[in-house]
């Protein structure tokens, strides 16, 4: 049986500031390969690197050396086009802070990035109402983002991110504007989506007890991984 295709690899990937007449060496040699269904925990000190990492995994933000290979497509190289396209089709993102948008309902904030993904009204409704009804949220699905208590939006945040069925996930402290009981919700039901649906996912976060869950944790320090 032929092993599935990494949803991510990176690899000796580097990323270099200029400041002034300074050179900071964030990243030095990038080495990751996460396949599909595994969740890796991405852990350090807080300006080690952690959201550039996860930019460049994203293709938000260009490495300085090195590959990038999204569901087995190299990325090097790309234009700004392909790269977005990429990004639509195979990369869904959540923040610590939801990123809704307030005059749109919970239901349009997840029917929206699957139209411009290109799918027609009807389907990207009807998989918004799935993932709603999977969150429990589906009494919410009228309610704009003022209505909805922090735990509810990041969870919404979650179901738009994944509503056009990415193949990796990159997750930059997810919880880190919650409470401990709404943190841990949260966390098993992006942990739960990754098994059930083959979802890879990369988390970065400071907390300790939802590393433990994680299939794998690397830690950034000095621009290297360990």
């Given at each position: 049986?032929?092993?599935?295709?990494p949803?991510?690899?990176?690899?000796?990937?580097?990323?270099?500031?200029?400041?002034?007449?300074?050179?900071?060496?964030i990243?030095?040699?990038?080495?990751?390969?996460?396949?599909?269904?595994?969740?890796?925990?991405?852990?350090?000190?807080?300006?080690?690197?952690?959201?550039?990492?996860?930019?460049?995994?994203?293709?938000?933000?260009f490495?300085?050396?090195?590959?990038?290979?999204?569901?087995?497509?190299?990325?090097?190289?790309?234009?700004?086009?392909?790269?977005?396209?990429?990004?639509?089709?195979?990369?869904?993102?959540?923040?610590?802070?939801?990123?809704?948008?307030?005059?749109?309902?919970?239901?349009?904030?997840?029917?929206?990035?699957?139209?411009?993904?290109?799918?027609?009204?009807?389907?990207?409704?009807?998989?918004?109402?799935?993932?709603?009804?999977?969150?429990?949220?589906?009494?919410?699905?009228?309610?704009?983002?003022?209505?909805?208590?922090?735990?509810?939006?990041?969870r919404?945040?979650?179901?738009?991110?994944v509503?056009?069925?990415?193949?990796?996930?990159?997750?930059?402290?997810?919880?880190?504007?919650?409470?401990?009981?709404?943190?841990?919700?949260?966390?098993?039901?992006?942990?739960?989506?990754?098994?059930?649906?083959?979802?890879?996912?990369?988390?970065?976060?400071?907390?300790?007890?939802?590393?433990?869950?994680?299939?794998?944790?690397?830690?950034?320090?000095?621009?290297?991984?360990?």
């Amino acid at each position: 049986m032929d092993e599935p295709v990494p949803a991510i690899i990176m690899n000796d990937v580097t990323r270099i500031y200029k400041q002034g007449t300074e050179t900071l060496n964030i990243l030095k040699g990038i080495d990751l390969c996460v396949k599909p269904g595994e969740v890796i925990g991405l852990i350090g000190s807080s300006g080690t690197g952690k959201s550039t990492l996860l930019h460049i995994a994203g293709l938000l933000e260009f490495q300085n050396s090195g590959e990038i290979y999204i569901a087995g497509e190299s990325c090097t190289g790309m234009n700004d086009d392909a790269r977005t396209k990429i990004r639509r089709e195979k990369i869904g993102f959540v923040y610590q802070f939801h990123h809704l948008l307030p005059e749109f309902t919970a239901l349009e904030n997840i029917i929206i990035p699957q139209i411009i993904s290109g799918l027609r009204y009807k389907q990207a409704s009807e998989r918004a109402k799935e993932l709603l009804e999977w969150l429990n949220l589906s009494d919410r699905q009228a309610h704009r983002p003022a209505r909805l208590s922090g735990g509810e939006k990041q969870r919404i945040a979650i179901a738009r991110a994944v509503a056009s069925k990415p193949s990796l996930l990159l997750a930059d402290e997810p919880t880190g504007n919650l409470d401990p009981e709404t943190a841990t919700i949260v966390f098993n039901i992006m942990l739960q989506l990754a098994k059930n649906s083959g979802l890879a996912a990369i988390i970065a976060t400071h907390n300790v007890n939802l590393v433990s869950k994680m299939d794998r944790v690397v830690k950034l320090k000095d621009g290297k991984l360990s």
